[in-house]
């Protein structure tokens, strides 16, 4: 089956700093989103982004579909952006494979 | 306010005993599934359901047990054949398969 791989695992940041979240995966896809698990577990949807770029205030999202990666960026990163992101893609169907997620500690 | 609600948000249960972890949605969603979640680890899909009356194994549907008779609600039933239960519980809908997921707030399960 087709295998998601996000990067890195963890990254902590300094309040204000700007960073970059990688999702790789292995085959075609035909929907792609991203999601923030907040620190009392709940998973909130950023991005429905199978293609293209988006942007929502300080996080946009790229994917390029024909490379097979997409990216999450986040500017100016506050403490509440802790948590972790996830990355989950459809091949088609109703199944949804997630990545393992990628660890975000904001200080302040 | 059209969401999902999940409960309870922590359980406790006895080893041997079944337990049943409710998911109900009003957003007239189709599409509803189950996720476990273990610590550090990403979701894996227990069941899914796309229509009322029918559903689906995940990939980890071992020990695991799910209805669907109304298209609001699919509780799962985590049975004595689930070795290792202890895990948070996620339930999420969605239209159909061209769009995002919406999530339930989870359920922590632990088998003592």
């Known amino acids: 089956g087709i295998q998601v791989e996000q990067s890195p695992p963890d990254l902590i940041l300094q309040e204000g700093a700007n960073s970059t979240l990688r999702c790789n995966f292995s085959d075609s896809v035909n929907n792609l989103q991203w999601f923030h698990q907040n620190p009392w577990g709940q998973l909130i949807n950023l991005f429905y982004?199978?293609?293209g770029t988006k942007q929502n205030g300080r996080l946009s999202a790229t994917t390029v579909a024909t490379e097979r990666y997409s990216l999450l960026y986040i500017s100016s990163s506050q403490t509440t952006d802790s948590g972790v992101y996830f990355c989950a893609v459809q091949t088609g169907g109703f199944k949804t494979i997630f990545g393992a997620g990628t660890r975000l500690f904001v200080k302040a | 306010d059209g969401g999902i609600t999940q409960s309870p948000k922590y359980l406790f249960r006895k080893e041997g005993q079944n337990v049943t972890l409710s998911c109900e949605q009003n957003?007239?969603?189709?599409?509803m599934y189950w996720y476990r979640q273990d610590p550090g680890q990403g979701l894996r899909l227990i069941y899914y359901?796309?229509?009322?009356?029918?559903?689906q194994k995940g990939d980890i549907a071992e020990g695991y047990s799910v209805s669907r008779e109304k298209k609001e609600s699919f509780p799962l039933t985590v049975t004595s054949a689930q070795k290792n239960p202890t895990a948070f519980y996620l339930c999420a809908s969605s239209p159909d398969r061209a769009y995002g997921y919406t999530f339930g707030s989870g359920t922590r399960l632990t088998v003592v």
């Open positions: 982004i199978p293609s």
């Open positions: 957003l007239n969603h189709d599409a």
């Open positions: 359901s796309q229509i009322v009356n029918d559903f």
